[in-house]
């Protein structure tokens, strides 16, 4: 028995072609769509590769691109199909195309709503990254006098300004590496020196965080140094100064502007997928209603279309007995050419044995 089976008249019939066709053009702009989302993620994570630790985070982007590309390509050819099939003769031109075509056109469906789920499974994978690449920038915060090194510093200002933040996780992340260059400290102090050889490593390490993690809605001038001194500084309580430096770390900043990035694109993939879904089922009941068409002899009269010709168990049998049936023929026919062979090699080896010698009566 057919599933969600429906009787088309030749009105009907035209109808839903002219609308296949017309939904078929918007569904090239909707891969456009994709394909465009796909190439501003791929443009934001360039934008701060130097603070990305892998790569792999492109596959999402990739992914989109390539999808929005086949699925412009696919609804183009598909407007063409539908526009021929309002006549019953220019269908038969593409009656062996539709089928392979629908199929063709559901894996990449299916390729949009996996594209769409990306979006939001790529969250962990991003932060992981971000905690990488920014832990690395931070250290090479000083190496302003080193090629391929002298521009992260102006990358991490510019960021801590922009994103309002400070450090990776938050501003402790400064107490714990040397962000001052080692051109700008006066080895003469005995300050400096004492603060390099406290430290096992030689680093000049401070309780203090780079000018670009000052808020400037502060009342106050931007405490920098000594953070956590509260008697270094007048009228100053380190637990209460929220306004003074921004509290917020990078990575967390970071990932919400990617986060909220990537679920506007996985919401819009998501319709785009629900679109698609439904021209591939129009087009199916039209592809199915033209079949029946053509079996009959008034190409006016009436002809049914459906989904499945059987029910879903049904049709899985089949298909699964069609796998089975095509192994067997595989194995039969390698057991052929095995035999034939056999039998090439004897009769080769019997033209070119010596003759039998045959007594004579």
Known sequence: MAVLKVKFTKTKRDKLAQILWILNWFSVISG???????????IEIRKRKELIAKWDINSVPNTL???GAIVCMINFFGGKICYDCTDANKFNRWKLIMLPYIVCTLCFTFCIFVGAIMCYTMR????????LGLGNAIKFYKDTDIPGRCFLKRTIDTLQIRFQCCGN????DWFEIQWVSPRYLDMTSEDVLD???????????????PFSCCNPNSPRPCIQYQLTNNTAHYSYEFMTEELNIWMKGCREALLDYYTDIMRSIGITTFVVWVFELLVLLGVRYLQTSMRNLLLQADPLCDSDGWLFENSFVETAMWNINKIKHLGKGN???????????NVCTAN???ENAPPKYIPAA
């Open 348 to 350: 080769h080896n019997s």
């Open 32 to 42: 456009a769509v994709v394909f465009s989302l796909g190439l501003f993620l791929k």
């Open 331 to 341: 194995q039969i026919s390698s057991v052929l050419d095995n035999s034939n062979m």
């Open 65 to 67: 691109i390539s999808i």
């Open 124 to 131: 962990n994978e991003l932060e992981e990254s971000l905690y």
């Open 195 to 209: 603060r390099l050889k406290s430290n096992i490593d030689g680093k000049f390490l401070v309780d203090g965080v």
């Open 169 to 172: 996780n938050d501003f402790r």
